[in-house]
């Protein structure tokens, strides 16, 4: 049975980070990791989008995971993207990350066909669950429609949590639709509801959800962390600092994502290899990196230090 608790709060959403031959550079992608925890999250997800999981092989995925297991960061606060389109990769991806006393996995849909009936993705994980047979796994659910293009239908949670309820712990909702986040913390008690994005993070909280998983958590941790905190200890001070954090997300959100938050690390760092992204991702080019800066300056933001 599971052996650790649900996290729940403040989780970012980690980069990857590349070497000069675009080989996965371990070593930085735990250093800034151990940086997250450190600094304010509770949680970090490995293997998202903006961590450019789907640019990696299964292979470069299942040997990070050997050497994240070998290190001392906390596997109970550690998520993994382990949904692909090919059933056997799930499971190879899920059993490696249970292997190493992480239990907490994030599932995208199978992604490549489109339009697949509910029957059809509840037979795909039903198998997924059955063939990795461990009753340790935390299960997050990835809905983000505009890049999956296939959404879970409140039918299909629903299913999924009355066949495998001990299964089954939550979603990562990206689709920017706060309605629906709403709805699902309603609908589903003890389903935990995670905003894709720090800019609904109160509101997902105040909705009965339970935090955010969000990319830009890689620079906006510190606020993301002064939200939660407010709001747990009912201060005042949650809708103010949850504004800050709003226009700081809206600045953020005009940038591609893992070229931006690369760019800002890489300043704050003085490490110029975060900039590497692969393609077909792109190195934020120099007049965009200076208008970035600009813009944020224009907030008051501050990345932590």
């Not at 037979?123 to 340790?136: I, L, P, Y």
């Amino acid at each position: 049975m599971s052996s650790s608790p649900r996290i729940t709060g403040v989780m970012a959403a980690g980069l990857t980070a590349f070497n000069d031959d675009l080989s996965v550079d371990t070593d930085l992608t735990l250093e800034h990791t151990a940086w997250l925890l450190e600094k304010g999250c509770d949680g970090v997800l490995l293997f998202g989008t903006t961590g450019e999981a789907n640019s990696l092989s299964v292979d470069e995925r299942l040997s990070f995971l050997d050497k994240l297991g070998a290190s001392s960061l906390p596997k109970d606060k550690l998520m993994i993207g382990t949904g692909c389109c090919a059933l056997p990769d799930t499971v190879a991806l899920t059993k490696k990350s249970l292997e190493i006393g992480i239990e907490h996995v994030l599932m995208l849909p199978p992604f490549y066909y489109k339009n697949p009936s509910d029957e059809g993705l509840f037979t795909h994980f039903a198998r997924t669950f059955e063939t990795v047979g461990s009753d340790a796994m935390k299960v997050y659910l990835y809905h983000f429609p505009q890049m999956s293009a296939v959404p879970f239908s409140h039918d299909l949670i629903g299913r999924l949590l009355k066949e495998f309820p001990d299964t089954i712990c939550g979603v990562k909702d990206s689709s920017g639709d706060f309605e629906n986040m709403k709805a699902m913390a309603e609908k589903f008690p003890g389903f935990d509801v995670f905003a894709g994005t720090e800019r609904y993070l109160l509101d997902v909280l105040k909705a009965g959800g339970v935090g955010t998983i969000t990319a830009t958590g890689n620079v906006t941790v510190g606020g993301c962390a002064k939200v939660y905190s407010a709001w747990k200890a009912g201060s005042a001070d949650a809708e103010a600092l949850q504004d800050q954090l709003t226009r700081e997300r809206l600045t953020l959100q005009n940038y591609p994502a893992a070229a931006a938050l690369k760019e800002l690390l890489a300043r704050n760092s003085g490490k110029a290899s975060w900039r590497k992204v692969r393609a077909p991702f792109m190195p934020l080019p120099a007049e965009k990196a200076t208008s970035l800066v600009a813009e944020l300056d224009a907030v008051d933001f501050a990345l932590a230090a």
